[in-house]
């Protein structure tokens, strides 16, 4: 059985730093991509980074490019989102997701990545 658990989520003043891990299990964590979404109040869900496991790309959606950082230790089948200099707009359940590593790379990260964990609530105050 596939499960994606996240931790790491809270409450942080604008210009912060947090550190969200996926703590991955049920599957070949080295042949999938694992993702994160996010959903803030009132707002669809977005693909904001992945990581390929297997080849080591990576994916970040503009308005994180250069604050966050996604990263993976495929010794402990755990990724881990970076993110500094959070923002108040930043503010969101953040989920963990996973997908064929061959799939990521063809088509979008929503359709490619549909195991997913129940998130972690992010608070971004200003």
């Known amino acids: 059985e596939v499960q994606l658990v996240e931790s790491g989520g809270g409450l942080v003043q604008a210009g912060g730093s947090l550190r969200l891990s996926c703590a991955a299990s049920g599957f070949s964590f080295g042949d999938y991509a694992i993702g994160w979404f996010r959903q803030a109040p009132g707002k669809e869900r977005e693909g904001i980074s992945y990581?390929?496991?297997?080849?080591?790309?990576?994916y970040y959606v503009d308005s994180v490019k250069g604050r966050f950082t996604i990263s993976s230790d495929n010794a402990k089948n755990t990724n881990y989102l970076h993110m500094n200099g959070l923002k108040p707009e930043d503010t969101a359940v953040y989920y963990c997701?996973?997908?064929?590593?061959?799939?990521?790379?063809?088509?979008?990260?929503?359709?490619?990545?549909?195991?997913r964990g129940k998130g972690t609530l992010v608070i971004v105050s200003s």
């Open positions: 990581i390929d496991n297997k080849h080591g790309h990576t």
């Open positions: 997701a996973a997908g064929p590593s061959a799939l990521v790379a063809e088509i979008p990260m929503e359709e490619a990545m549909q195991q």
